[in-house]
Every structure is written in structure tokens, then in C-alpha cells.
């Protein structure tokens, strides 16, 4: 199947960009990398009036390193991002959960926040936002907001973007002094969708742990210190927590022993990773 007709604007700046969305509104589709919007245009899941083009946008295309968080703009590849020579010491739960995103190939088109906008909630980059607690930069022909990551995702492929904004950059928040951090994810092959992807963050004052996958978008829950017994009675309530569901690809019980196996192994190694 092709995509339906539709206007192309390639536009020569953000708010170039911005007046163009803010006069389509819901009729306009905005698109970096594609790898997630053109499979959908072809199958006529969305048949947007008019595609914004905004992947060329030098001005969306930074990454920039502030006191408490590494900020990447809308036009920033995936790849470019894993090719960052620092970011393991910068942000290393994005470091750990990049190579699990997709292909290579793929990674070379695909932009950071262009899975952010999809909200996929198997998708390794929401999962990690909603880890570190990190956060959305939205702006409109009128005005720019931020919102907490746990307040951006509001369920299956829907956000709280509105119809005239864009996502101007998404903030991860930097490494904090002495936690660990670990990824962990099962798929059918390297590459598809996770079955179920944890991602987990230890230090001294307790343990946090987010998964994807399972819900219908990324959740994070905060715990003490647990060991042996304890820790195994929070995973299994977190994991009936979730609400899994029976898919073509896995049952609800099985992404529960997910939760519970890979939840354990990623929190036993961010333990091990403090300091």
C-alpha cells in the first residue's frame, strides 16, 4: 500500500515550521527521521494534509551539555547520539540502551526525538527518558513548555503534545555522583520491539526501575534498598502492577516473568555499578 496524497513542506526554519503547524493543526504531520511515520503513512494508519519536513533544520540539529542534563534537539540522529564519544560518562543508561534501539541502519535515520513524539511504549528511548526522570521541550508558534517525561506519555502512541506544537529537544537528566545504572531487554530477534526492556538505577539512598513493553507506556517505580526475598516480592507486585496483556507475541504471563527476571539482573548489576 502507498500513502495517501498529501502536501510536502520542507521548511528553511523552525518557525517557518511552526506557522505551517500552527495553521494545519491536526491535518499536519511533522517528520525528522521517518522510520516510524513512513511505515504508518504507507499503510494509511495517518493521512495527514500536509508532512513538515523538519530533519534538515540546522538549528534543531545540537547536543548540548548543560550542568544537569545533556540536551539533544529534534533534528539529532540516533546514531549521531551513540557515536558521542562522552555520552557513556554523560548519561550511560542512554549509552547502555542504544545499541538495543533498532538497526544500525536504521539508527543512522531515525532521530532521538522522533521516538519520544511516536511513544511506542516498547521503544528503548521513551523508557530511558521516564528512568532518569527526564524531560520534554514542546514549543508552539506561541509559546514553549516542558513537561516531566511521566507526564509527556499518556498511553499507547499518544502524548500530551498538542496539535500546534513540536518537540523542540528532550532533556536526560547527567549521571548522578555515585549510582549505577543497567539495561536490560528480550526481544524475538536483535533489533524488534522488546517483549519487556527494564531499565534500573541504583545508589545509596535506593533503587528505581522502569519498564517497557509490558504497559501501554513506560513506568518507573522507586524502591529502598531490597535484597534476596524482599526484592523478589516487589518485582512480582510491580509485575501484576502492569496490567500485561495476551499479544501474538507473548502472554501476559510470560512478560510477567520477564519483569521479574530481567528486573532482578538489571538492578543486581546497577548495585554492582555504584560509585
Known amino acids: 500500500m502507498k500513502p495517501a496524497e498529501f502536501d510536502y513542506l520542507r521548511p528553511a526554519s523552525p518557525e517557518e515550521a511552526l506557522a505551517a503547524l500552527a495553521q494545519a493543526g491536526e491535518e499536519a504531520r511533522l517528520l525528522a527521521g521517518g522510520q516510524s511515520l513512513m511505515a504508518m503513512l504507507n ?23 548543560e550542568k544537569d542534563a545533556l540536551v539533544i534537539g529534534a533534528a539529532v540522529t540516533q546514531g549521531a547520539l551513540e557515536r558521542r564519544a562522552s555520552l557513556a560518562e554523560e548519561v550511560p543508561l542512554l549509552a547502555l540502551a542504544l545499541p538495543f534501539l533498532g538497526h544500525y541502519q536504521t539508527r543512522n535515520r531515525g532521530t532521538v526525538c522522533g521516538s519520544i513524539a511516536h511513544a511506542d511504549p516498547s521503544a528503548e528511548l521513551p523508557l530511558a527518558l521516564v ?19 511521566a507526564d509527556f506519555f499518556a498511553g499507547m ?37 522488546a517483549l519487556c526492556a527494564v531499565a534500573a538505577i541504583a545508589d545509596d539512598a535506593g533503587l ?16 529502598p ?6 526484592l523478589e516480592d516487589a518485582l512480582d507486585d510491580f509485575a501484576w502492577a502492569l496490567g500485561a496483556g495476551d499479544d501474538a507475541h507473548a502472554s501476559a504471563r510470560y512478560r510477567r516473568s520477564l519483569v521479574r527476571k530481567l528486573g532482578r539482573e538489571a538492578l543486581e548489576e546497577a548495585k554492582c555499578r555504584r560509585g
Open 43 to 65: 499503510m494509511r494508519l495517518v493521512q495527514p494534509a500536509l508532512l513538515i519536513d523538519i530533519g534538515a533544520l540546522a538549528a534543531l540539529d545540537f547536543v548540548r551539555l
Open 131 to 149: 528512568a532518569l526522570e527526564g524531560a520534554v521541550m514542546l514549543r508552539s508558534a506561541r509559546r514553549r513548555r516542558t513537561l516531566a517525561a
Open 157 to 193: 502512541l499518544t502524548t500530551a503534545r498538542r496539535a500546534d506544537e513540536m518537540i523542540e529537544a528532550v532533556r536526560f537528566p547527567r549521571r548522578r555522583l555515585g549510582a549505577g545504572y543497567a539495561f536490560r531487554e528480550m526481544a524475538l530477534r536483535h533489533g524488534d520491539f
Open 208 to 223: 528505581r526501575l522502569a519498564i517497557g513493553g509490558v504497559a501501554d507506556r513506560p513506568v518507573a517505580r522507586d524502591f
Open 225 to 230: 534498598l531490597l535484597e534476596a526475598d524482599a
